[in-house]
C-alpha cells in the first residue's frame, strides 16, 4: 500500500544539496520529516538573495502550510533549536509548525563535552566531528541512559535522569579525560527553562504519521548525513552515528516500510568530504583543480566552516549509494560547478593491492586506494542560466550520460545553481511523478 510518501537522502558524505531538493519538493508536501541526525546537518536554502541554513529544522519550514516534523530517531540540542527557531523568525519566516517527537533524544551539554574531549583523545585518529554531541548523545541512547523530550518535559523524570547521568559523566571527565566536573543545578535551572520554551511543540509522531497515512496526506522525508557517513554502510569509523540510509526512514520515524514509494538520491556532480576519513577520488595533487572546485561551489561548511576536502565524482562509491537505498529517482546537484574545466575525471574502478574491483569495499581505512579514471571532455560554457537539457554543451550531456549508463538509472533532475529555479528537468515523466506524488 505505498502512499503518496517521497523519501530524500544524500549518496555521498552529505552536502549534496539535499537542503535545496527538499525546498523544492516541500512546496507540494503536507508534512516534512527529519528522522535522523540532529543539528550536525546544515542545509541551505536560497531564495531570491536571501540564505537559510537549516540545522535540525526540516527544509519544509519555509512554507507555513507544511507541517515539520523532527522524528523519534533524531536527537535535538534545545538550545541550538530555541537559536534556530528564533533566527527564522528574524527572517520572518513564522516556525510554528515545527513540532518535536517525544520519543526524540535530548543532547545535553555533557554529550558536546565529551564529543570534544573525545575527538581530542583520539590525535590524529581524530573522526573529525561536528562536536555538536550527537554521537555521545546516540551513545547514551543506545547506553539505555538517554533523555528523551517526554522525560525531559516532566521537571520530576528529568531531575532523576539528570543527576543519573551526571554521576556518570563527572566520573568520566575526572578520571578519563582528566577534565573539570559539570554541575547538576546550572544544568538543570537552564534546561528546564528550555523545556518550557519547546512544550508546546511536542506531539506524538507516531499517532500523527498514522493519522496522515489514513488522511492520505503527501508525506516527504528529509535525509540529514548522506550514505557514506552511515553507521553500518558507512565508511566505519568515519562516520556519523545514525542510520543516514532509507532504511532509517522507518525507524527514526515510525513508518512503515510498506508505505514507503520514492526513493529519492541526491549526489553532487564531484564529490566532497568534511572530516576525516577515506575519500578515494579526493584531489590531493592538483591544488589548482581542487581550488577550483572548491571556490566556484562554496565548498565550505555550513556548519563547522571548515574547507571540504574535494575531488571528482567516484561511480563505485555512486553505484554503491544507488543499491543500498533502492534509489529510483536520481538527481545531480552543482552541474554548473563543472563549466570551464579543460577536463573532467571519473572514477569506474577501485584498484587495491593490484586488484581491481567495481563494488564498494567494507573496508576503506588504511587501505591504498588507486582510482581507475576514465577521462572525459569538459565544457567551458556556463550552464546556471540554461533550463532546458537539450541547450546543453554536448560534452556535458555526455558526462550526464555517462553517469547514467554506468549506473543503469535515469536522471531526473539537474541542478545548475542554488536559487530555487536552477534547475533543469531531464525526465519529465520520473519529475512529475515526485512532484505530484
Ligand atoms: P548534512 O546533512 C557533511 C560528518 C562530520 C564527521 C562525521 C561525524 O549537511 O549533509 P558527527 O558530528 O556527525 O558525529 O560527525 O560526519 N558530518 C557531515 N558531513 N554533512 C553533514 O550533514 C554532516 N554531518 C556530519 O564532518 O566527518
Ligand atoms: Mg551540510
Redesign the pocket.
Known amino acids: 500500500m505505498p502512499s503518496n510518501t517521497n523519501v530524500i537522502v544524500?549518496l555521498q558524505?552529505?552536502?549534496?544539496g539535499?537542503g535545496k531538493i527538499t525546498d523544492l519538493l516541500s512546496r507540494n508536501s503536507d508534512y516534512v520529516i527529519r528522522y535522523q541526525?540532529g543539528n550536525?546537518?546544515?542545509?541551505s536554502i536560497h531564495i531570491k538573495n536571501r540564505y537559510f541554513i537549516l540545522h535540525l529544522i526540516p527544509s519544509g519550514v519555509i512554507y507555513s502550510n507544511v507541517k515539520c516534523i523532527i522524528g523519534p530517531g533524531v536527537v535535538i540540542d534545545p538550545k541550538s533549536l530555541i537559536h534556530e527557531i528564533q533566527n527564522l523568525k528574524l527572517m520572518g519566516i513564522d516556525p510554528s509548525n515545527v513540532f518535536l517527537s517525544k520519543r526524540a533524544h535530548v543532547i545535553m551539554p555533557y554529550h558536546r563535552l565529551l564529543?570534544k574531549y573525545k575527538e581530542e583523545y583520539l590525535g590524529k585518529n581524530f573522526?573529525?566531528?561536528?562536536?555538536?554531541g550527537?554521537?555521545p548523545a546516540y551513545e547514551d541512547k543506545i547506553g539505555r541512559m538517554g533523555i528523551r523530550i517526554i522525560d525531559f518535559l516532566d521537571p520530576k523524570i528529568f531531575s532523576k535522569k539528570l543527576k543519573n547521568n551526571i554521576i556518570i559523566k563527572n566520573k568520566i571527565f575526572q578520571k578519563i579525560y582528566n577534565k573539570p566536573i559539570i554541575s547538576y543545578e546550572s544544568i538543570y535551572n537552564e534546561y528546564i527553562e528550555y523545556a518550557k520554551i519547546l512544550n508546546h511543540r511536542v506531539i506524538d509522531a507516531v499517532y500523527e504519521i498514522q493519522k496522515a497515512l489514513k488522511n492520505k496526506k503527501k508525506i516527504l522525508f528529509e535525509g540529514?548525513?548522506?550514505t557514506l557517513?552511515d553507521i553500518d554502510y558507512g565508511t566505519y569509523p568515519?562516520?556519523?552515528?545514525s542510520s543516514s540510509t532509507t532504511g532509517g526512514v522507518c525507524i527514526g520515524s515510525g513508518i512503515p516500510p510498506s508505505f514507503l514509494k520514492n526513493f529519492i538520491g541526491v549526489t553532487k556532480s564531484y564529490c566532497t568530504r568534511?572530516?576525516?576519513?577515506p575519500f578515494p577520488t579526493e584531489i590531493i595533487d592538483n591544488e589548482l583543480i581542487r581550488d577550483k572546485i572548491r571556490n566556484k561551489g562554496n565548498e565550505y561548511g555550513?556548519?563547522t566552516k571548515r574547507p571540504r576536502r574535494c575531488g571528482w565524482l567516484d561511480l563505485v562509491a555512486l553505484k554503491y549509494s544507488c543499491e543500498i537505498n533502492g534509489i529510483n529517482y536520481l538527481i545531480i546537484t552543482k552541474l554548473d560547478v563543472l563549466s570551464e574545466f579543460d577536463y573532467i575525471k571519473v572514477c569506474i574502478q577501485y584498484n587495491i593491492n593490484g586488484n581491481q574491483i567495481n563494488y564498494f569495499p567494507s573496508n576503506l581505512e588504511n587501505k591504498k586506494i588507486n582510482c581507475i579514471w576514465k577521462k572525459l571532455n569538459g565544457w567551458k560554457e556556463k550552464i546556471s542560466h540554461i533550463r532546458e537539457y537539450e541547450k546543453l554543451p554536448n560534452n556535458c550531456k555526455n558526462y550526464i550520460n555517462f553517469i547514467e549508463c554506468y549506473l543503469k538509472l535515469k536522471i531526473v533532475l539537474l541542478s545548475i545553481g542554488s536559487e530555487r529555479n536552477q534547475n533543469i528537468i531531464k525526465d519529465n515523466y520520473l519529475f512529475h511523478k515526485i512532484f505530484s506524488m
Request: charged share 15%; proline share 0%.
Open positions: 544524500g558524505w552529505g552536502d549534496e539535499k541526525g550536525n546537518s546544515g542545509h564529543d573522526i573529525g566531528t561536528t562536536r555538536c550527537i554521537g540529514a548525513q548522506a557517513l568515519y562516520v556519523t552515528t568534511v572530516g576525516n576519513g555550513s556548519t
